[in-house]
């Protein structure tokens, strides 16, 4: 079992910046990989962008260049495993609940989501 908390969303001006936060507990060595997805209202649930166990990262197109997701690798060997989201330049379309995932395995995980709203 994992447990995954985020923070770090709220309002911000387009063209501002925020910086996510995850904070995974549990059976955090079993994590194959950490991933945010995103979901705007009336739309289905996308994937953001992703970091597996051994560093490598993909984005969702429509971040690239923008977002960044990072981690802090020395955290997985103590109680909190901390994966983060740097959102830079953003726009009213990014406007979403940012949720958390984690893949142990054939099980996926979810936090309950912060939410990231883009507006003047």
């Known amino acids: 079992q994992v447990q995954l908390v985020e923070s770090g969303g709220g309002l911000v001006q387009p063209g501002g910046s925020l910086r996510l936060s995850c904070a995974a507990s549990g059976s955090i060595l079993s994590i194959n990989a950490m991933a945010w997805y995103r979901q705007a209202p009336g739309k289905e649930r996308e994937l953001v962008a992703r970091?597996?166990?051994?560093?490598?990262?993909?984005?969702?197109?429509?971040v690239k260049g923008r977002f960044i997701i990072s981690r802090d690798s020395a955290s997985r060997f103590t109680i909190k495993y901390m994966v983060f989201l740097q959102i830079n330049s953003l726009k009213p379309e990014d406007t979403a609940v940012y949720y958390c995932n984690a893949v142990c395995g054939p099980s996926d995980y979810w936090g309950q989501g912060t939410q990231v709203t883009v507006s003047s």
């Open positions: 970091i597996t166990s051994g560093g490598s990262t993909n984005y969702a197109d429509s």
